[in-house]
């Protein structure tokens, strides 16, 4: 069950999406030693400073299949403009080679990818535990408003007590692999998130999105991801 599991901890504070933004930037890479991938993010960080409103955040992912991927960076850009300044600095601060030669002897890139939000709502920088369900969607003019119903009910009634959101899967993925969408639901931390997992029986509100989006949509995975730490 080869994922992307790089997901979601989305960290957008505001949830107005436009053509310029806001989205994200998913960077999966498989490590051994994540104690000095966690150095090298620490060097990089003070090295190049992140433009202005980029934010990243390395999450540990678990419970994800096969999926080679341990950890993902979450790169999250305000606008295009940040996203062509981030992807210039890659090749204008001495930070970035110092970063690579360090992280190539002890980590594999897995996967990149952009993501673009469809909706969301919380906050999810005081979420620290995330499940993601991937999903391949035929017909997303259907499955976002069902999603929408959805998740109006689960942000209310406990099932989904922190931050939440969807993402059209963008440039970097297959879909018969990894699906065309992400959701996901954030939890402030790990025991909240198991008084929920050990729910045997989906509530009413997910047993009505199951029947308006069966025949359009295939689950490709459900995952989770742990922040380890947030850059600004």
């Not at 009910?153 to 970097?172: K, N, Q, R």
């Not at 989906?202 to 991801?225: D, H, L, M, W, Y």
């Amino acid at each position: 069950m080869k994922k992307i599991t790089f997901l979601i901890a989305i960290f957008f504070a505001s949830y107005s999406f436009s053509a310029d933004g806001p989205f994200l930037g998913l960077f999966g890479i498989k490590t051994d030693n994540p104690a000095a991938v966690v150095a090298a993010t620490d060097t990089l960080n003070k090295d190049c400073k992140n433009p202005e409103g980029v934010t990243v955040t390395l999450v540990a992912e678990a419970f994800n299949g096969s999926e080679p991927t341990t950890h993902t960076y979450l790169v999250g850009f305000p606008n295009n403009a940040a996203y062509v300044e981030w992807n210039a600095q890659i090749a204008t601060c001495p930070g970035w080679t110092k970063y690579f030669e360090t992280m190539n002897p002890i980590s594999e890139e897995t996967v990149s990818a952009l993501a673009f939000p469809l909706a969301g709502g919380g906050d999810a920088t005081k979420d620290t535990v995330f499940v993601n369900f991937f999903a391949n969607v035929s017909r997303p003019d259907k499955f976002l408003p069902a999603y929408q119903d959805l998740m109006e009910v689960a942000s209310t009634d406990g099932s989904c007590p922190g931050s939440w959101g969807l993402f059209a899967i963008g440039p970097g993925v297959t879909p018969d692999q990894f699906g065309t969408h992400i959701a996901f639901c954030g939890y402030p931390d790990l025991a909240t998130y198991m008084e929920q997992a050990q729910v045997r029986v989906p509530t009413k509100a997910f047993q009505r999105f199951i029947r308006k989006t069966f025949r359009i949509s295939e689950n490709k995975g459900v995952t989770n991801s742990f922040v380890v730490k947030r850059y600004d």
